[in-house]
């Protein structure tokens, strides 16, 4: 524990990332601050792991819908010890291993939340293996089996598919013996998804923004299939457009990122964005009946809201999901900036982890 001196008396304190207001990640402040004690339902839990999501970067960049306004702790997700409980909770104790959502303020050494936030840690799981799980395997689940409506044996397009939620997307659709094809930005990472995720070097496509549609055509011929069931898309841009074309009829688009916007520096340049989202992919809503295909997009950060839904959903992916999360690079705390841009960059493979 830190403490800060404050009128002669020495105060239990926590360190924090703090953004001074969404705009530029060069804006990320090291902070320290006074530790409340927990509210009658909350709990407080030291830090062991935090995950890092593409979401923290479009917040502190001020292109995330939900970021707040003002000043505000990036990080969405955590693992750790539990320290305190307020007077209310009788599920956790003090030395408890939990894991953790949060509706931001996951970059500190400590967070306190709602109890209903937190789940123990499955049994062998390390902190950081905690603090990868939550997100982005809510979200694998969310697109595949809220919306995507599966068959046993539908052909799956998986975007992104070395990274967190794609890792976890490829281990749902697994389970539910659906037909893969993955894409990813780097030739590099086709070869950690043949030794890591067991897929064949022609299930996986090096994407190319010009010759999308061929990639598509040629990896479709390669793995015997005539089109796609379901499409996981959370890359958007040129991408969008020959992945929908390639719906069987009754197919599925479920859209929830757009990771071909993602600025290159460490803030947005806007006329870019802006010529960008103008050529942005657009479908006609009466095309869509005729040509009988369906686009869905969601956004995780709903779920907070309904937080009945997190225990059942954890215990799907848990029974689904064998292995704990594929943890690709650790930070220290200290380095959050840093590693943050490694995730920018695009060059991660599986979760990117800061360790307190
Ligand atoms: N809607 C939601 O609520 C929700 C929730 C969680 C995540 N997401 C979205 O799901 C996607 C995956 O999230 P994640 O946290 O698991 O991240 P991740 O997949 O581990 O990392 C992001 C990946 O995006 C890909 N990418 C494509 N174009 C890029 C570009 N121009 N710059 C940088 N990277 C680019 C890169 O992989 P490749 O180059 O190999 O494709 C990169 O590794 C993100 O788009 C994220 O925004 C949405």
């Given at each position: 524990?830190?403490?800060?001196?404050?009128?002669?008396?020495?105060?239990?304190?926590?360190?924090?990332?703090?953004?001074?207001?969404?705009?530029?990640l060069?804006?990320?402040?090291?902070?320290r601050e006074?530790?409340?004690d927990p509210?009658?339902g909350d709990v407080?839990v030291?830090?062991?792991?935090?995950?890092?999501?593409?979401?923290?970067?479009?917040?502190?960049?001020g292109?995330?819908?939900a970021?707040?306004?003002?000043?505000?702790?990036?990080g969405?997700e955590?693992?750790g010890?539990v320290?305190?409980v307020?007077g209310a909770?009788s599920?956790?104790?003090?030395?408890d291993?939990v894991?953790?959502?949060?509706?931001?303020?996951?970059y500190a050494?400590?967070v306190?939340?709602d109890?209903r936030?937190?789940?123990?840690?499955?049994?062998g799981?390390?902190?950081?293996?905690?603090?990868?799980f939550?997100?982005?395997?809510?979200?694998?689940?969310?697109a595949i089996?809220?919306?995507?409506?599966?068959?046993?044996?539908?052909?799956?397009?998986?975007?992104s598919?070395?990274?967190g939620?794609?890792l976890?997307?490829?281990?749902?659709l697994?389970?539910?013996?659906?037909?893969?094809v993955?894409?990813?930005?780097?030739?590099?990472?086709?070869?950690?998804?043949?030794?890591?995720?067991?897929?064949?070097?022609?299930?996986?496509?090096?994407?190319?923004?010009?010759t999308f549609?061929?990639q598509?055509?040629?990896?479709?011929e390669?793995?015997?299939l005539?089109?796609?069931?379901?499409v996981?898309d959370?890359?958007?841009g040129?991408?969008?457009?020959p992945?929908?074309?390639?719906?069987?009829?009754?197919?599925?688009l479920?859209i929830f990122?757009?990771a071909d916007?993602?600025?290159?520096s460490s803030?947005?340049?806007?006329?870019?964005l802006w010529?960008?989202?103008?050529?942005r992919?657009?479908?006609?809503?009466l095309a869509?009946?005729?040509?009988?295909?369906?686009v869905?997009?969601?956004k995780?950060?709903?779920?907070?809201?309904q937080?009945?839904?997190?225990?059942p959903?954890?215990?799907?992916l848990t029974?689904?999901?064998?292995?704990?999360?594929y943890?690709g690079?650790?930070?220290p705390?200290a380095?959050a900036?840093?590693?943050?841009?490694?995730?920018?960059?695009?060059?991660?493979?599986?979760k990117?982890v800061?360790?307190?």
């Open positions: 524990m830190i403490y800060l001196v404050r009128g002669g008396n020495l105060m239990p304190s926590r360190d924090v990332w703090r953004m001074p207001k969404a705009g530029s060069a804006w990320l402040r090291r902070d006074d530790l409340a509210g009658a407080r030291r830090v062991g792991a935090v995950g890092l999501n593409f979401a923290d970067i479009f917040a502190c960049m292109l995330y819908s970021t707040p306004g003002g000043a505000f702790t990036p969405l955590f693992a010890t320290e305190a307020g909770v599920v956790f104790r003090p030395g291993q894991f953790g959502l949060t509706r931001f303020g996951a050494t400590h306190t939340v109890a936030y937190l789940h123990p840690l499955p049994p799981w390390t902190a950081a293996d905690g603090a990868a939550p997100v982005q395997a809510l979200t694998a689940w969310y089996d809220e919306l995507g409506a599966l068959h046993p044996g539908d052909s799956v397009l998986v975007h598919a070395a990274g939620v794609g976890n997307a490829l281990a749902l697994r389970s539910r013996h659906a037909q893969v993955a894409t990813v930005g780097h030739e590099s990472k086709r070869a950690f998804l043949v030794q890591h995720a067991g897929l064949a070097p022609h299930q996986i496509i090096v994407r190319d923004r010009r549609g061929a598509l055509d040629a990896a479709l390669a793995n015997r005539t089109g796609f069931h379901l996981l959370s890359v958007a040129p991408f969008f457009k992945a929908y074309r390639r719906l069987h009829p009754a197919g599925r479920v990122g757009s916007l993602m600025p290159t803030r947005p340049n806007w006329l870019r010529w960008q989202y103008r050529s992919p657009r479908v006609d809503p869509m009946i005729s040509h009988n295909k369906s869905m997009g969601f995780l950060i709903w779920l907070w809201s937080v009945d839904r997190l225990a959903a954890y215990q799907v029974r689904d999901i064998t292995a704990p999360p943890i690079r650790r930070f705390f380095e900036p840093a590693a943050m841009r490694h995730l920018q960059r695009g060059e991660n493979v599986g990117v800061l360790e307190v």
